[in-house]
């Protein structure tokens, strides 16, 4: 059984952090040099962490399977980051960011991390700044911003709708400035596979070139995962195709812990799945909930008409009148469940019926065509390519799509999971968003983790390791880890199977969404844990997986992280299974309050569950770090 | 949760490039394709296509995607002649089929250049993109040391254009547009979009000057100014950058004659 | 390194070599067009305009020398760039598409390579006078009596030949061409274009371009046409 220690500091929540800082240990400049340290992944997390790390002095060895460290999925990320800063004088505060996200997280994360996070937001925009981020701006000169989901302040830094990319490009500007400078030795179209733990320590990574097939060792003093959600896991998602779980997912199988994982974010504003052959759904801001009103219309008999058609009178704005004081700036998980109700009650717009409207001709009268053009122009041009609809014509039609896992590995207090050596920073780790993430947070998280606690806390570790002292590539530990992954992937090329990996995805993300997308029953998990087992044996034995191991093989890349996400799949529906309420993006239908809000249960799952591998065919072990709520009080979620 | 379509279905052919690895030669091969939805991307009937070819025992065609919504970058085709396909301000994944016409035939070639060598059919290295950054394609700020941000105002003009430079999506879509396989609207959209913010004054010079010759060694082709490279970008960039960035590489030239270096420079502290 | 040196050295200083060498040629032919046209006012105005700059003596070789060498610069780079971009994309396209690029832009080495032959025609017929001995000995007396050489004859005889009057009027419109794009490409290399300027710089090009080919081309045919003449 793991032992989950969240080494909490002690003290007030305001000084935790502080006092932690001040408190841990350092490693001297000219001892940084002498460590390794291993950073997987180049999304914000990732490059920020390796920028900065090799800024420090360590020797960092960053590793990507894209072919360059720009193109990972943060990329994406269209509405904004969140930074207590209160340039607009609207009352916000450290303590009100910490509060919104805890609350918004629906108590289910840890006191201190979210406070930590809301601490560093503020530098975290400074340093974005000064790197050349070109934030939008007011006349003046000084920085814009915009308000998002789940708050009541305008506290959202923005770069038109892609403060993702500038944010991402900030980090891969310092990350390149290094590689540049020759402080971290870049690993392109390389893909990790396995986890090399030895005498209990994660002490390097298995990978395997993309381009060459080559698989080769890498031994480090410390090991960083950044490596991003699992979200793929319903096949059709938000996410990029290539994003997976693998490289969490085997560190789960070298025995780190994975929380959480029954988190699941579904996003309320997404393009509509449109056919059979879809990949992927297209996320639209959130921050068009800012000016674009959400309605279906109030009888059935109308769902199928043309929108235009449908009196003021007869339209049903159901956010604004369930939500008042939010309205339709209420959080993701809240929207995305009452827009499914409404398409449930037979209500819903379009062909298929899933869907709700999003409209914007309040906002076009009130700001004229070229100011909401100038707010989102961007979206509704992707709205255009995608659906061959103008939304400045006619509404958006939208419907919920899965977006973002707050679950992932287990981490304490310094990001290190319950494997010493191995550290875990944003979407790949559990640790801030609680059971949902507020928009605007997933940016502020990756880049907190990156350049402002990763450094600090990753020093305490080192220090305990001798410099030099990482174990020589050549250890058995090595050996092993390297063989597995060759017999994988000898195993994948030799299936005598019929069907190729993207069969088995859609199965399995049908089964994800039908038994645990947006409303679960216990019936449904139960259902579905019979039948995601059947499908992973199917999958080994009926796949085909064409080519060969020496060469880019897209189709052995796709076969080695559907297999992961199958058994990853079959894990979040234990969770969901085990965990008997509803919080935040987790809503169990049996568990709700008249009105069809969560209803949770702190008193039986006021805790962070964290499941634990025990081999192929056990049933993985469900450990738990209660969350103890020192400052705040784990209240009922209103946004009435 | 995907109800029948009443969308009218119709059939083309792809003629692809196939190219096994950097030394093979390469050649078209034809592949059918049927029951083709309008509202289908072109890379997700390239995926219908690889799931076929894999089903009768072929190996399928190696294609470069992401994100496909237009911003990573990643995917690559020349479909027709052009990078990225028909249609204006679009990255290959935003290509829908209803942008083509019952039996044609599309012609899929990779992202064309001796700097971006084919890996294999339709997938190129594009890593010299990467090395131009590392070269000087950054504000040198130390995590932690920067001043508060509003400390620092930028005109809301500036900032608005650098942004129109930072939207490039380093996909390379210019230099295989270009009659040359010049990277010069990359280049310029990175050298413009740090210069026009007022951090990135203090390495302009430097800056260009390190992009420009690290650009020059990866083997990319010379500006004739004929702008088809943002005829292509998926993000619109002008090539009015182009200009920009002439004009800094040339003011940072004078300027680096005239401009007296200070004799202890490089030294360290004591 | 020395500012030509890094001129030479890099790309977009030879792109910038090539522009600045565009430029001097470019005022040069404006302003022989200039003197060109005076063929149109009495004979007195062009023979004294020659005399001008003949007796400029060791200057008028200065000058002859640096367009001498802007053309050879230009020439040079050109190749040098050229040969570069070919090899820039080893294997060409299956189909081949253009955007925007401007025929002009497309056959700039074709029109220059024309340009720089007739430009040694030229300079044969009319500066070395090669088969036109006579042209050396004709003479004009200037109204204050100074005997100048015969400019004015000269020209009407040389235009007088169709061949010749053809090849010219090719050549000026084949140089018109070049510089259709050369003019903006020149400007956008010099870094002298911006997102305002753009459009009136292009429409400025093409309205220059225009011009330098019809009044060119008047010169020729006004003399086949009889309408500037031999004079007395």
């Known amino acids: 059984m793991a032992k989950l220690d969240s080494k909490t500091p002690a003290g007030p929540l305001a000084d935790k952090w502080q006092k932690h800082k001040q408190e841990i240990k350092l490693v001297n400049p000219a001892n940084k040099r002498k460590y390794e340290v291993i950073v997987v992944g180049a999304g914000l997390a990732g490059s920020s962490a390796a920028a900065t790390l090799a800024e420090l002095g360590y020797r960092v060895k960053n590793f990507v399977f894209h072919d360059s460290p720009r193109r990972a999925h943060s990329i994406a990320a269209q509405g904004g980051i969140n930074a207590a800063k209160n340039y607009q004088n609207d009352g916000d505060s450290v303590h009100r960011l910490f509060y919104d996200t805890l609350k918004g997280g629906d108590y289910r994360a840890r006191e201190a991390n979210v406070h930590r996070l809301a601490e560093v937001s503020v530098n975290i925009i400074d340093q974005c700044a000064a790197q050349g981020v070109p934030f939008a701006r007011e006349y003046g000169g000084l920085l814009a911003n915009r308000s998002f989901g789940g708050a009541q302040v305008s506290r959202t830094f923005y770069a038109r709708g892609q403060t993702g990319q500038q944010l991402l490009l900030g980090a891969y500007s310092a990350l390149s400035r290094m590689v540049g400078a020759g402080g971290v030795e870049l690993h392109t179209n390389s893909e990790m596979l396995d986890l090399v733990v030895v005498d209990g320590h994660a002490k390097g990574i298995i990978v395997r070139d993309l381009i060459t097939g080559a698989v080769s060792r890498h031994s480090a ?76 219309p109030k009888k059935k008999e109308d769902a199928k008409k043309d929108p235009a058609s449908i009196a003021e009178a007869d339209r049903d704005y159901f956010l604004e009148r369930i939500y008042p004081s939010f309205g339709n700036l209420c959080p993701r998980d809240v929207a995305s469940r009452a827009a499914k109700r409404m398409c449930d009650e037979g209500r819903g717009a379009g062909e298929s019926g899933l869907g709700v409207y999003l409209d914007f001709s309040d906002a076009i009268n009130r700001l004229g065509e070229a100011g909401v053009r100038e707010r989102y122009g961007n979206l509704f041009d992707i709205y255009h390519e995608i659906t061959a609809e103008s939304a400045y014509k006619t509404p958006m039609r939208i419907y919920p799509a899965v977006h973002y896992t707050m679950g992932g590995l287990w981490v304490d207090y310094n990001l290190m999971s319950n494997i010493p050596g191995l550290f875990v920073l944003g979407e790949a780790n559990f640790s801030d968003h609680g059971a949902n993430r507020l928009g605007a947070s997933a940016l502020m998280q990756g880049l907190a983790d990156g350049y402002f606690v990763i450094p600090y806390t990753i020093g305490d570790y080192l220090a305990q390791q001798k410099p030099g002292s990482r174990p020589p590539a050549d250890r058995a530990e090595f050996k092993q880890a390297e063989e597995n992954v060759t017999a994988m992937t000898k195993r994948f090329l030799a299936n005598q199977g019929r069907e ?26 139960e259902t579905a844990l019979q039948k995601i087992p059947a499908l992973r044996e199917e999958f080994h034995a009926n796949v085909k997986v064409p080519g060969s191991g020496d060469t880019l093989n897209q189709s052995l890349e796709q076969a080695g992280r559907v297999a992961d996400f199958i058994e990853l799949g079959e894990l979040l529906c234990r969770d969901a299974l085990t965990r008997e ?28 569950a964290a499941w634990e591998y025990q081999g192929e065919g056990q049933t993985p072990l469900r450990n738990t770090e209660p969350l103890n709520y020192e400052f705040t009080k784990m209240s009922v979620r209103s946004y009435k | 949760m995907v109800a029948p379509t009443t969308k009218k279905l119709f059939s083309v052919t792809l003629r692809v490039w196939r190219q096994a690895g950097p030394a093979q030669p390469g050649h078209f091969v034809d592949y059918p394709a049927a029951n083709v939805n309008p509202d289908m991307s072109f890379l997700e009937l390239l995926d219908v296509v690889n799931d076929g070819i894999t089903k009768d025992g072929g190996e399928p065609i190696a294609f470069a995607h992401d994100c496909r919504e237009g911003i990573c970058g990643t995917c690559s085709c020349t479909i027709n002649g052009k990078p990225h396909g028909p249609g204006q301000g679009i990255a290959t994944c935003q290509l829908y089929m209803r942008s083509f016409a019952d039996g044609d035939t599309i012609v899929v070639e990779p992202f064309r250049a001796r700097a971006f060598p084919i890996q294999k059919d339709l997938v190129t290295d594009r890593s010299a993109f990467d090395q131009i950054q590392q070269a000087g394609g950054f504000i040198s700020v130390r995590t932690g040391a920067a001043p508060d941000a509003n400390s620092i105002p930028v005109p809301k003009e500036d900032a608005d254009l650098a942004m129109d430079a930072a939207a490039c999506i380093g996909c390379g879509a210019c230099v295989a547009a270009c009659k040359n396989a010049s990277a010069m609207l990359f280049v310029a959209a990175k050298v413009s979009h740090l210069g026009l913010m007022p951090q990135g004054q203090p390495e302009r010079d430097k800056r260009v000057f390190a992009m420009v010759q690290t650009m020059d060694a990866a083997g990319f082709g010379n500006c004739t100014n004929q702008y088809e490279c943002s005829a292509v970008c998926p993000k619109t960039i002008t090539h009015d950058f182009i200009a920009r960035l002439n004009r800094d590489y040339l003011g940072a030239l004078f300027r680096a004659k005239f401009k007296p270096v200070s004799n202890a420079a490089g030294g360290g502290g004591s | 390194m020395n500012l030509l040196g890094s001129l030479f050295s890099s790309s ?46 060791a200057g008028l070789w200065l000058i002859r020398l640096f367009l001498l060498a802007c053309v050879v610069i230009h020439v040079w780079l050109a190749i040098q760039l050229t040969l570069e971009n070919r090899a820039a994309r080893p294997q060409d396209y299956g189909v081949t598409h253009t955007n925007r690029a401007t025929l002009a832009s497309r056959v700039m080495a074709r029109t220059g390579l024309v340009v720089l032959a007739f430009i040694l025609f030229h300079l044969a017929h009319f500066t070395v006078r090669i088969g036109h001995p006579q ?98």
């Open chain 1, 221 to 296: 003093d410390a090991v960083i995962l950044a490596t991003g959600g699992y979200g793929n896991v319903f096949n059709l998602s938000t996410y990029a195709r290539q994003s997976n779980a693998t490289a969490i997912w085997r560190a789960y199988k070298r025995g780190a812990c994975l929380a959480n994982p029954c988190y699941t974010q579904i996003h309320p504003t997404c393009i509509p799945v449109s056919g059979d052959y879809q990949s992927k759904l297209t996320l639209m801001s959130e921050s068009l909930r800012n000016d674009g009103r959400i309605w279906v």
């Open chain 1, 500 to 525: 190729p990996v993207s069969h088995f995805h859609k199965r399995l993300g049908k089964l994800m969404w039908e038994y645990c997308g947006m409303a679960r029953t216990k019936q449904g998990l």
């Open chain 1, 581 to 608: 309420e509803s919080c935040g993006g987790h809503f169990r239908e049996e568990y709700q309050h008249p009105d069809g809000e969560c209803k949770r249960d702190d008193e039986k799952f006021g805790h962070v």
């Open chain 3, 12 to 57: 977009l200083g030879r792109k910038f070599l090539m522009a600045a060498t565009g430029l001097v040629l470019f005022g040069f032919v404006t302003g022989h067009l200039l003197g060109n046209l005076q063929v149109f006012l009495p004979p007195e105005k062009i023979n004294a305009y020659g005399h001008m700059l003949e007796s400029l003596g």
């Open chain 3, 135 to 232: 042209w050396s000995e004709h003479t004009f007396t200037l109204l204050n009596g100074t005997k100048v050489r015969d400019i004015h004859t000269m020209m009407v005889q040389g235009f007088s030949n169709v061949g010749v009057s053809v090849f010219y009027i090719i050549a000026v419109g084949l140089l018109s061409y070049h510089l259709a794009h050369g003019i903006v490409s020149m400007l956008q290399t010099l870094g002298l274009k911006n997102e305002k300027w753009t459009l009136g710089l292009e429409r400025f090009a093409v309205a220059y371009c225009w011009g330098y080919f019809l009044l060119n081309a008047a010169i020729p045919v006004a003399v086949l046409g009889g309408l500037v003449k031999l004079h007395a």
